[in-house]
């Protein structure tokens, strides 16, 4: 699992709330990724980051922010949670750079009432 | 548009047997193409990863090909386990490997 955990693992809150979900690496890699997983849908990118403070948008960044402000750590921010965020939600980090092994975390539940 | 389509979207067979599953994409350019396997509940975990010139990339019973002509690629799974039942899931990477599309995967169930 290349060392990445992600917090909380499930978490329920109502629509409107700010929600911060953390992705932690332990191997200084460069490259950290935000996913959500769909039914029906493949993974799609939400952000992604090169470097510290270095970060980009994905497919689907809309209503989405994202931090880091050290290597180890990339969060995502959702500013104010709506039903359609309720997802599953994948950090990834890319060993090597970003042509390379891709090794994902173990996921967050989110589920926005 | 970039996009990456997989076929069948779920399989059942029976323990021992042979499988194949497919990947059609679209996207350009073209960096790699990956196979993933995804256990309910967990993150996907890479199994192949093959370059425009590579045709053939095995991962013990995983065989995946790729042609890079018809933008075709392949997952052959030899000698199915019960372990093997998860979602795999295709994956086509562009510029920099920066632009990963994703495939809404097959879902394989290995029955006993």
């Known amino acids: 699992d290349a060392g990445i955990t992600q917090s909380p693992r499930h978490k329920v809150t109502e629509t409107g709330t700010p929600v911060t979900l953390r992705c932690h690496q332990t191997e200084n890699h460069r490259y950290m990724y935000w996913y959500r997983q769909d039914p029906g849908h493949g993974l799609r990118l939400i952000h992604y980051?090169?470097?510290?403070?270095?970060?980009d948008k994905g497919e689907v960044s809309d209503g989405y922010s994202v931090s880091r402000s050290k290597t180890e750590d990339f969060l995502l921010t959702l500013e104010s949670a709506t039903s359609s965020q309720t997802s599953v939600y994948f950090c990834a980090i890319s060993v090597g750079g970003p042509t390379y092994e891709q090794y994902f975390g173990p996921g967050t539940r989110l589920t926005v009432t | 548009k970039n996009q990456v389509e997989q076929s069948p979207q779920s399989l059942i067979i029976l323990e021992g047997k042979n499988c194949t599953l497919q990947c059609n994409y679209t996207v350009s350019p073209f960096s790699n193409l990956r196979w993933y396997k995804q256990d309910t509940g967990r993150g996907p975990v890479s199994l192949t990863i093959?370059?425009?010139?590579?045709n053939t990339k095995s991962n013990g019973r995983y065989t995946a090909t790729l042609d890079a002509d018809t933008k075709q690629s392949s997952l052959h799974i030899t000698a199915s386990q019960l372990s093997d039942s998860a979602s795999y899931i295709c994956v086509v990477s562009g510029d920099y490997g920066q632009n990963f599309v994703f495939g809404p995967g097959t879902r394989l169930s290995v029955l006993p």
């Open positions: 093959m370059t425009f010139s590579e």
């Open positions: 980051s090169y470097g510290v403070k270095d970060t």
